[in-house]
């Protein structure tokens, strides 16, 4: 293929890519306009004379309470930074200036429900102190947490009356939030604890050479993002570091107590001890003016487009083929921008603080083309903190067909005791294996002419067309209509009504997916290093 042939084709892309959204854009504001009245969660919006969809009770909470979380948040900054500075505070002196800073925070929080956390908090540091070095840590260490994660859930939190009636006044101290949602990332900053405590003794070995190979910003001589969090978290920081108060310190730190990112404790008591330095001051407060665009963009999307009213309504099974397919896609679309938004508000929050956590959304939803790929850039911190907690230690790639079964159905658990979410998990375990399977073959496959190139390329968007078709039928099953859902999926689609709009999505996936790999980037340029035989080929 000649450039000539290559720049006609990315234009035809980027033209069908316009009328898409072109086209998406006019039929939602269509789908808001004819169906408001029968929505539920709209509200009176912040545009004269605009209804605002407040149906995502997450959404809702988080937007409400802004003012007064970012007044809190300067508040609590200021005065941790200037103790700081002032006396010069290190590890130890900063993790008790953030531990009372957090238990005010979280007394507002929780109220007297504060006991149970410090309660199982404190019994896991018993445990990882009593049994840590021990060669079966590691399963008591997981009974132990997941325990509690379950009964958190089945018993809503506990009650105070169940340990007597002396103590049944407490229950009318319940704060602000429910303590056993916020529960779940402690349990993961718990085990996080107990395995940096158990490998604290064994220095783990980065292959910095490799990484650099395949790393741009390392191989121009900088640091980049993934190699510093790395090192931080396979260099053990000394033993005096477990300490209890550094323990509930990286426990209940404020910014990342309610939503995360997740961080290790490694890399979180070496931060404690020295502020990060790979944000600057401008860096910083361009990351915080970046967050404010966003929440605008937020703000139109919600006072135009309902898409989640519709989905809570439940009119979209009034919908032709085409209209469930602008909801789906707009669902997720609105899914994607609520937890950027939430997970950089505060990760903004801890860099404020000198705390660099890992960013849950680095790649736009929009960009992500296969299961692998998605699932790095959906929530990475908590990707990041399965694959050293539990995909490595379970076998990690020796045993990755079974491990993904059970990493995902941990994730499904994790988020809620639904059977929605285990639907959701075990049906993307299943388009996870065709997906492996090809990728197994491809690297058996040599790019070594132009016509092995073209059809290399257009297999590679076919499949992503599919994978992507796969991935929302998984959320909107998990997260919006259920298992039950599914049948009707079936009956909408797979029928003459729906099979034109079948196609036309795939259609439309195959053209999303091939417009990124036409920069023709070079491979060495990039540093992936993903077949000796290909040269010249940006492969998705």
Known sequence: MNNSWRQQELVFLLLYAIIFYIIIIHYSLQLSHDHYSKLYGLRPGLFSGQLNDASDAQWRNFRSNL?????????????ANILRAFYNLKAEGMSIVWLLISLAYLSYLHGAFIIFIL????????????FGQTKYFPFVLWVFNLSFLVCNRVYEGYSFA???????????FRGTFRWHICFNFVVLRMISFGYDYHWSGHN??????????????CSSGKTCYKMLQASRQERSVGIDKFSYTLYLCYLLFAPLYIAGPVISFNAFASQLDTPQKSYTLKQVVWYGFRWVLCLFLMETMTHFFFYNAFAISGIWKQLSPMEVFIVGYGVLNFMWLKFFLIWRYFRFWALVSGIEAPENMPRCINNCYNLESFWKNWHASFNKWLYRYMYIPLGGSRRKLLNVWVVFTFVAVWHDLEWKLLSWAWLTCIFFIPEMIVKSASTSFKVDNVFKEFIFRELSAVAGAITITCLMVANLVGFVIGPSGISWLKSVFLQAQGLPTLFGLLVTFYVGTKIPSK?????????????PNIKHLQLS
């Open 519 to 531: 920069g023709y980037i070079r491979v060495e340029e990039r540093g992936y290093d993903l077949n």
């Open 119 to 130: 309660s199982i908090a404190s019994a896991n540091f018993l445990l990882v102190k009593i």
């Open 204 to 217: 783990t070995y980065v292959d910095q050479e490799k990484h650099i190979r395949h790393c741009t910003t």
């Open 67 to 79: 003012p007064i979380l970012t007044f809190v948040f300067g508040l609590f900054t200021s005065i």
């Open 162 to 172: 169940n340990f007597g009636n002396r103590w049944a006044y407490l229950d009318k």
